[in-house]
Structure formats: C-alpha cells, structure tokens
C-alpha cells in the first residue's frame, strides 16, 4: 500500500473501528484477492466489530498496491458508501499531488484530476 493511502488509513482509524460493517467487507477482499485464506479466518476470529475492525485494517496495511483502491470498492459495494466517502475525502485534502497515479477508483464514480509533480 502506497504510504499517502497508509496516512489516509491512519488518520481515519478511530471512524473506521466506529464504522465499518466488516464480514461483508471481509468476503468481499477475499473474494477480490486482496486477502488471502488465512487473513480471512485470523480476521473473523474476534467477537466485536471493532477487534475485527482492527484486524482488517492492520491486514490492508500489509496486502499491497491494490489494497486502498479494492477496499473503497468493496466498501461501496457493500453498501457502506459513507465510509468510503470519508475516505476520499481524506485522501483529497490536496493530496492528489503526492498520489499521481490515483486517477479514479473502480465502482466509485470518483475521478481525480491529474497533477503535475
């Protein structure tokens, strides 16, 4: 995952323990390669949302270039837009600049436009 994305990640850490629904989300991953077997299963472990939640969020950190743009597509698939919103947002506050290549995501609408750097 691109550091700017792991900031994004960062920042919005205590809305997204708050807020995301994460077994649909976690099917949805895995379903699109962007967690493995196991992560499914270490993730699902825990009982409360925020514990999985945590788990989820630490597992994205480490699952690649893909990671940041597949889950704003499954969290918008998965009928949990307003997360996925927030998350542009914070990754818009000027910082198109440091992510030249994030042109648009997938299933979103979203279009950034292109910098110079």
């Known amino acids: 995952m691109d550091e700017k994305h792991l900031e994004v990640l960062q920042n919005c850490h205590t809305f997204l323990l708050q807020n995301i629904r994460p077994i649909p989300l976690i099917d949805r991953l895995y379903s699109s390669g962007i967690l493995t077997s ?34 704003v597509s499954a969290l918008n698939e998965t009928s949990q837009q307003h997360v996925a919103d927030h998350l542009l947002e914070e990754l818009r506050k000027g910082t198109c ?19 110079t750097v």
């Open 38 to 71: 196991d992560d499914k299963d270490s993730i699902s472990a825990p009982k409360t949302d925020k514990k999985t939640n945590r788990k989820l969020l630490n597992a994205l950190k480490k699952a690649g270039p893909k990671a940041f743009s597949s889950f």
């Open 97 to 115: 600049v440091h992510c030249p290549h994030v042109t648009n995501l997938p299933n979103t609408g979203i279009k950034f436009p292109q910098t």
